[in-house]
């Protein structure tokens, strides 16, 4: 079958609650990446494998500020250690131009409580990408909130996408999906 459906062209249609909802997440994403890494959090990279751990087990926020791309050059992975399962996790990659992650899939060591509960309150945003380019074998967990112009996806998700660019799903023959934690 084909695309159906009614192009309508209006050019009086009034589109300004939705750049200022675009101008929200700019602003917040921004806010996001303004805040100081958390004393109990701890971040390490070894040969593709990239942690992202608690000191302590507490609750509360944990936020994380990583400068690089999370891309060993091959399929790595994401390990959440020594959280409990209602903390909250931003993770900023302040990484500025072309931002590149690839992970096959994420692991979970000493999580008091369920993990899928955890990856719930898990925040990936990318403030200074222009172009991100999200790829792995696995599903790419939690929520996601990009500037880029343009946002690759080459990877399913699990969790919540927010781009105040474009959305470009890659490699749509390899049978990709979206899914949205509720």
Known sequence: GGI?????????????????ELNNWFTKSSAFAALATSGNANYSESFGTYTFSSTNNASGIYVFNVNTDLDPGYSGSAVFDNFPDN????????????????????????????????MQR?????????????????????AILSKASNTYMDASTNGRIVTTGNLIQGNVSSGLEFHNYA
């Open 4 to 20: 159906d459906g009614l192009l309508i062209s209006d050019p009086g249609l009034n589109l300004t609650p939705y750049q200022t």
């Open 87 to 118: 903390a909250e996790i931003i993770i900023n990659v302040t990484k500025s131009g072309t931002v590149n992650i690839n992970f096959s899939n994420f692991q979970f060591t000493n999580i008091s409580g369920n993990e899928d509960k955890l």
């Open 122 to 142: 898990v925040l990936w945003n990318f403030p200074n990408a222009t172009t991100l380019n999200i790829k792995g074998g696995g599903q790419f967990r939690g």
